[in-house]
């Protein structure tokens, strides 16, 4: 059984096909998937996809790039949708100083919002982190150090792209790292994290339809291609990939709690 700690289901890429894409995951294991939210209308598309099909679970937020469409009232537009049950986490959120498609300040103010939304809702946090590792780390410091005592994991660095230092802050910080497709690229960082970070401290996942792993590397990425990720850490690190799977899938099960 595996869980897909990080999808984009609701985007159109999937329209034509999204029920066979969910049955192609299903049948390669996956039991569920995490669908993030990137803005308000891609949260609430979210909610209806969780209601559709068994399998999906919901993460509500404003990516980095959609920070400037944060409205004065969609906060707690977020903090009632995230009654529905199938809500698991707020996200994804964060900062995205590669592209800048929102000024940097609303970036960061977006980012504390919705911090402080899941820590008032008791929710992890699912961070986007590209060109701004300094400043992620600084806020997140700040953020976990009013969050001491929480039993729970406080969230998970997505497509984690740091290296093992800094991983080990976010770890000891009480953070969850996750891996995707760049696993099984001959020259991406993830190699040194999923070799060397412990395995209870390890999510999967896609980030369909980005980030496709080898070999359909250049095509969409969809939930059911999971399982390469889960084989090539496998080989990394010398071990049954079954036991991969059963170490990330139980650490999303109690990161989300996730009713598996």
Known sequence: ??????????????????????????EAGVAAVVNAGYDLDSSGASIRLAERYAGV?????????????????????????????????IGETGLDFYRNLSPREEQIEAFN??????????????????????????????????????SQPLGVLHCFSGDLGLAQRYIEMGFLLSIAGPVTYSS????????????????????????TPHPHRGKRNEPSYLSFVVEK???????PSDLIAEHTTENAIQLFRLPL
């Open 1 to 26: 059984m595996l869980v897909d700690s990080h999808a984009h289901i609701d985007v159109r890429l999937y329209d034509k096909d999204r029920d066979q894409v969910l049955a192609r995951a299903r």
């Open 57 to 89: 679970f919901v993460a509500l937020g404003f990516h980095p790039h959609s920070a400037a469409k944060m409205g004065d009232g969609d906060v707690e537009r977020l903090a009632e949708l995230a009654q529905h049950p199938k809500v698991v986490a």
């Open 233 to 239: 850490i496998g080989e990394i690190r010398g071990m």
């Open 113 to 150: 919002r919705q911090l402080e939304l899941a820590q008032r809702l008791e929710l992890p946090v699912i961070i986007h982190c590209r060109n701004a590792q300094e400043e992620v780390l600084s806020i997140l410091e700040e953020w976990a150090g009013r969050s001491k005592g929480a």
């Open 188 to 211: 991406s960082h993830a190699l040194e994290i999923a070799l060397n970070i412990p395995l209870e401290k390890l999510l999967i996942e896609t980030d369909c339809p980005f980030l």
